[in-house]
Structures are given as structure tokens and as C-alpha cells.
């Protein structure tokens, strides 16, 4: 059974940087591909980052661009989600997820989900 345990988020100034962490069980984590979304209160959970199984696709959001950077580690089982210049607007609950095959942005895409964890940006 895979199971994704999130980490990192909490409250951060605009502007501010957090570093989320994403922990998979399970051997076969190198072998798929891995996303972050993202849900803010009242609207539909979105893609934020993902990225292939060897590192060498990487996907984000037109939002994120440029400020966001998504990584792995595979020795650690862990991919990461790098945040700098956060906005009000990037509060949500951000979760990691591993995908079905392939690399891709839509949420069907995907069978496991972590519980996610909670980001506030706010002065």
C-alpha cells in the first residue's frame, strides 16, 4: 500500500518562502510520477507542480511559474515543492499525489493522495 505523508506547510508573510515535503512508502516511488495541488477554501482542488519519474519532465501551474520548484529524491523517497515570493492567493491546503502513469495535470490522473498540509500566506 503507497502511502504520502505531507510536511512543511504552515504561516508565512507575503513574500515569504516554505519548503513542503512530501514522504512516499512503498518500493516502486521511482517508477511513477509525482504532483502537488492544491485546494483553497470554496473552489476546486488545482494542479500545481508535477514531475516524472526521473526528474527530467517537470510541469507547473502558469500561477506558480517562476516562483515554485518542484523536486525529488528518490534515495529519500521524497519529492519536494520549493515555494519563494508567496502571495495571498497561494493559501491553501496543498497535497502531493502519485500518478497513475505517465506525468500528467488533471487530478483523475492521479490514485494516491496525501492528507495534505495547511499553507497561509498572510501579514
Known amino acids: 500500500q503507497v502511502q504520502l505523508v505531507e510536511s512543511g506547510g504552515g504561516l508565512v508573510q507575503p513574500g515569504g518562502s516554505l519548503r513542503l515535503s512530501c514522504a512516499a512508502s512503498g518500493r516502486t516511488f521511482s517508477s511513477y510520477a509525482m504532483g502537488w495541488f492544491r485546494q483553497a477554501p470554496g473552489k476546486e482542488r488545482e494542479f500545481v507542480a508535477a514531475i516524472n519519474w526521473s526528474g527530467s519532465i517537470i510541469y507547473y501551474a502558469d500561477s506558480v511559474k517562476g516562483r515554485f520548484t518542484i523536486s525529488r529524491d528518490v534515495a529519500k523517497n521524497t519529492v519536494y515543492l520549493q515555494m519563494n515570493s508567496l502571495k495571498p492567493d497561494d493559501t491553501a491546503v496543498y497535497y502531493c499525489?502519485?500518478?497513475?502513469?505517465?506525468?500528467?495535470?488533471?487530478?483523475?490522473?492521479?490514485?494516491?493522495w496525501g492528507q495534505g498540509t495547511q499553507v497561509t500566506v498572510s501579514s
Open positions: 499525489a502519485r500518478a497513475t502513469r505517465g506525468i500528467g495535470i488533471s487530478r483523475s490522473e492521479y490514485d494516491y
